[in-house]
């Protein structure tokens, strides 16, 4: 267990404070804690390579990663961050491992740091990871980022993405997005859906099971047929062929997840 305590290789004036090729805090085993913590002069703030242990209250403001360094570095499943604070650091999920069972919550990040999924191998999936209540202040960056330099995420479950308090209200990609079509396409019947650009993973599929589709705007029958709409799913985008209802007004809303569900 550590707790209350300030690490760093060089005092917090020096200008080596960035400098330095260290790593504060690494946690190699099983069912440790770090709480109350704060590392303030390493190029790594705290990496876990074990797995089942807790990180609480724990602010890195060491090396920026502006200047090649990082805040917090997971590498193992089933370890929990509560309420820490990166600062213009970020917190990489590295790998399969690093990406199951994994929980990030109440945290802080500050001056663009964001929790970043990194891919390892061609094949990394990520499962039952939640990011809930996390903020976010004078952030350059989107909170949730994606890393495929090295390696592919190609499959997600039970990825939980909550109550994301995001600077300024910024748009950010996250596993889940809906979007909102009120002009129907001249001659056709049939909208077109694309969410490239806001879900976080480019290469996962949408799961079929998350599509929602609704038909929005007056729908009262016409010619005793209420509005029908039918869904075609391929990769990330989704086709919608809305039959109209006799010149009136309508909109087309479709949600996607890229998270497949096991729960109930």
């Known amino acids: 267990m550590v707790s209350d305590t300030w ?90 491992a690093g990406a199951n069972v994994i929980t990030v919550s109440g945290g802080f990040f500050l001056g663009g740091a964001a929790v970043v999924f990194v891919a390892t191998t061609p094949t990394d999936s990520v499962r039952q990871v939640a990011l809930i209540g996390n903020e976010w202040a004078y952030s350059g960056n989107t909170p949730y980022m994606v890393n495929e330099t090295a390696g592919t995420w190609v499959s997600v479950t039970d990825l939980t993405v909550s109550g994301t308090a995001a600077w300024n209200g910024q748009a950010y990609a996250g596993p889940a997005a809906t979007k909102l079509a009120s002009n129907q396409p001249a001659g056709s019947d049939v909208w077109q859906f694309d969410f490239a650009d806001v879900l976080l993973f480019p290469g996962v599929a949408i799961d079929p099971a998350s599509v929602d589709v609704q038909v929005l705007g007056d729908l009262s029958a016409v010619d005793g047929a209420a509005p029908a709409a039918v869904a075609n799913l391929t990769g990330q985008t989704v086709s919608v062929y809305a039959q109209g209802t006799g010149g009136k007004p309508f909109s087309v809303r479709v949600a996607v997840s890229q998270s497949k569900n096991t729960g109930v």
């Open 7 to 96: 690490v760093a290789a060089y005092f917090w004036s020096s200008p080596l404070k960035e400098k330095t090729n260290t790593t504060g805090i690494l946690v190699a085993g099983n069912d440790h804690y770090v709480s109350d913590t704060i590392v303030f002069s390493a190029r790594v703030g705290v990496e876990l390579t074990g797995a089942a242990n807790i990180l609480s209250g724990v602010h890195t403001w060491n090396c920026a990663t502006s200047n090649g360094g990082v805040g917090i570095v997971n590498k193992e499943s089933q370890n929990r961050f509560i309420g820490v604070y990166l600062d213009y650091t970020h917190m990489l999920l590295v790998g399969s």
